[in-house]
């Protein structure tokens, strides 16, 4: 079956401007998480989604982030203003439950801003 | 500060040798463990987890761990590598209770020569 699918695969953008970033988890994966990982870094946690409701955004490394995620399934994260400090790869994952501990990655976003 | 931390950033190896990647972390209290995989090209997937029960657990395609409560560790093991073992190896954790999220080590790359 389908896997978890992100877009767009590769994203370069101006400083100040704001991007979009998309996940569509595997059908039925009630919970949705998204992480960043920077050059050198290892993957950081953002935030979860269990439905449409995020109960952990503690990841979120500063206002200009936010996520959305409609009909407990696709989720938007998006960067207002964004920074040369906000390139990374942008991974999104998703588990048939939560507490079901087995996350499926999808290919991740790589974000450059220029 | 709360951490995961994977000793070895790169290992090559020939085919036949043993393999041990370090993971340890510093968290107290009940943790739940896991080995994720990333081959070439490919997403981040799940090797084995650690919940409960006996410390040493097994995994997809030979590999398996030790958790070792009192040295806060769990390391991962082949007897045998092979070159399509050649991936990079993340070690992550999260603490029980409603927090979802896992806290990463930085990943062991590892080079299997034919």
Not at chain 2, 88 to 112: H, M, P, Q
């Amino acid at each position: 079956g389908a896997g978890v699918s992100q877009s767009p695969s590769n994203k370069v953008t101006e400083k100040g401007k704001d991007v979009e970033l998309r996940c569509d988890p595997i059908s039925g994966h009630t919970a949705l998480y998204w992480y960043r990982q920077s050059l050198g870094q290892g993957l950081e946690f953002l935030i979860y989604f269990q439905g449409n409701s995020a109960p952990d955004k503690s990841g979120l490394p500063s206002d200009r982030f936010s996520a959305e995620r409609t009909g407990g399934s696709v989720s938007t994260l998006t960067i207002q203003r964004t920074q040369q400090e906000d390139s990374a790869v942008y991974l999104c994952a998703s588990s048939l439950r939560d507490g079901a501990w087995e996350q499926y990655f999808g290919p991740g976003t790589r974000l450059t801003v220029t | 500060a709360q951490s995961v931390s994977q000793h070895n950033h790169h290992v090559i190896l020939s085919e036949a040798a043993s393999l041990e990647l370090g993971c340890n972390y510093s968290y107290g209290g009940t943790v739940n463990l896991f080995w994720y995989v990333q081959y070439p090209g490919q997403h981040l997937q799940l090797l084995l987890k650690y919940f409960s029960g006996d410390p040493l657990v097994k995994g997809i395609k030979g590999f398996e761990a030790e958790f070792i409560k009192s040295k806060f560790s769990f390391n991962l093991r082949k007897p045998s590598v092979q070159w399509s073992d050649t991936a990079e190896y993340f070690c992550a954790v999260n603490r029980d209770g409603n927090n979802r999220k896992l806290i990463w080590g930085l990943g062991t790359s590892l080079g299997v020569n034919p």
